[in-house]
T-cell receptor, first 114, second 111 residues
Framework: DAGVIQSPRHEVTEMGQEVTLRCKPISGHDYLFWYRQTMMRGLELLIYFNNNVPIDDSGMPEDRFSAKMPNASFSTLKIQPSEPRDSAVYFC????????????FGPGTRLTVL | DAKTTQPPSMDCAEGRAANLPCNHSTISGNEYVYWYRQIHSQGPQYIIHGLKNNETNEMASLIITEDRKSSTLILPHATLRDTAVYYCIVRVAGRDDKIIFGKGTRLHILP
């Protein structure tokens, strides 16, 4: 398996623009997680899905952020409108409910909002 | 989740064993101890987890004290590629799906 795939790997945009980050989880995994990492706040969980259903979105910073999982192999995290303080590395991870439940992380998307 | 306490940074000589401590004094009976690491610019990587028995895999060993209030991750022969931030996490496997990452320990492997 190719692991968790994220695109784009780097995104530079201007304040006010819409940004869409994409994630393809490992095939067969039933949980998908979105994290954000900054120097100031470390690694934060934003939202996670189980079988494509959002379970906990308490980490989503505000209404400008939204996440969807239309099917088991694809998820998006959208920021509209983007602000400079949204600049961070965004990670997607997936896991199986069985076994050790360890999470497998993607390579991340580095977002810069000017 | 129970909180964990880790030293902010540690050094270890290349080729020696790296012992990373973690305190989790309020851990519940059904909570596991997990370790992840994050190498610079990469996503976190799962290392190992355990409940109360010591565990070993190809990457590391996990030693959990009998009272389960602390644990140690051991990298038996550290290499420069083990330089990373190591996170100790406690959670209920299979039920509590969230991982709450703390600040971790920044491990420097010295040549």
């Amino acid at each position: 398996d190719a692991g968790v795939i994220q695109s784009p790997r780097h995104e530079v945009t201007e304040m006010g623009q819409e940004v869409t980050l994409r994630c393809k989880p490992i095939s067969g995994h039933d949980y998908l997680f979105w994290y954000r990492q900054t120097m100031m706040r470390g690694l934060e969980l934003l939202i996670y899905f189980n079988n494509n259903v959002p379970i906990d979105d308490s980490g989503m910073p505000e209404d400008r952020f939204s996440a969807k999982m239309p099917n088991a192999s694809f998820s998006t995290l959208k920021i509209q409108p983007s602000e400079p303080r949204d600049s961070a590395v965004y990670f997607c991870a997936s896991s199986l409910v069985t076994g050790g439940h360890e999470q497998f992380f993607g390579p991340g998307t580095r977002l810069t909002v000017l | 989740d129970a909180k964990t306490t880790q030293p902010p940074s540690m050094d270890c000589a290349e080729g020696r064993a790296a012992n990373l401590p973690c305190n989790h004094s309020t851990i519940s009976g059904n909570e596991y101890v997990y370790w992840y690491r994050q190498i610079h610019s990469q996503g976190p990587q799962y290392i190992i987890h355990g409940l109360k028995n010591n565990e070993t895999n190809e990457m590391a060993s996990l030693i959990i004290t009998e009272d389960r209030k602390s644990s140690t991750l051991i990298l038996p022969h550290a290499t420069l590629r083990d330089t990373a931030v190591y996170y100790c996490i406690v959670r209920v496997a299979g039920r509590d799906d969230k991982i709450i990452f703390g600040k971790g320990t920044r491990l420097h492997i010295l040549p």
